[in-house]
């Protein structure tokens, strides 16, 4: 499989995928503000380095199927997809990733680079990064400033069959979550007034 020919290149085909992703998140917000619109919930967190491993793929290949999905799309909002991107090197930084890669596929996807840049692949440069299921059933807010992801769900039917599958996600309410998003402040201790509205948001 030419791994390449998972990113998007086409302008329709971005803005058919666009219109679903600005209809899951407010992609104009970054945490501790509530990103995702209504009807999402039950709001697990986990570090953001783990996007960017092979256990990740394991996790999202369960979410996947259990929502019958055909595919998941990986969109990298920050740097911006059509004004740097697409601009820079003719196709965006987003990628629909068939179900059936290998774990292994998945890392060679995220750090392929634009033949004019080697600074450029989604491993490299991607500080606000969104997975989520065409079927609009989970999504996931990964932000590398604050080091986290976010999953939510819209479908509530199944989540207490998934969450014991997610075995390393925490609720916001964990020390961790606290742990993971003081990395980027002084003293490693993140700000009182962050931490309650973290809490307050995805509670």
């Keep these: 499989m030419d791994l390449k020919s998972t990113f998007i290149k086409d302008l329709q085909e971005f803005r058919n995928l666009e219109s679903i992703v600005n209809s899951i998140f407010y992609t104009d917000r970054q945490l501790p503000e509530q990103v995702f619109r209504k009807d999402f919930g039950n709001y697990v967190f986990e570090e953001f380095d783990l996007a960017m491993s092979d256990k990740f793929w394991d996790t999202i290949q369960i979410l996947a199927r259990q929502a019958q999905d055909d595919y998941i799309l990986c969109a990298v909002l920050n740097p911006h997809p059509l004004e740097y991107y697409y601009k820079e090197f003719g196709y965006f930084n987003w990628v629909k990733l068939p179900l059936n890669l290998t774990a292994d596929e998945y890392l060679d996807i995220l750090n392929i680079e634009p033949d004019s840049s080697s600074a450029d692949s989604i491993t ?80």
């Design 124 to 203: 490299t440069n991607s500080f606000t990064i969104v997975w989520l299921s065409p079927s609009m059933k989970w999504a996931i807010w990964g932000d590398r400033n604050d080091e986290v992801c976010v999953l939510a769900f819209k479908d509530q039917s199944n989540v207490s069959e998934i969450l014991p599958q997610l075995r390393t996600w925490r609720f916001v309410e964990d020390e961790a979550v606290s742990d993971w998003i003081g990395m980027g402040f002084r003293r490693f201790t993140i700000p009182k007034e962050i931490a309650d509205a973290l809490k307050n948001n995805y509670r």
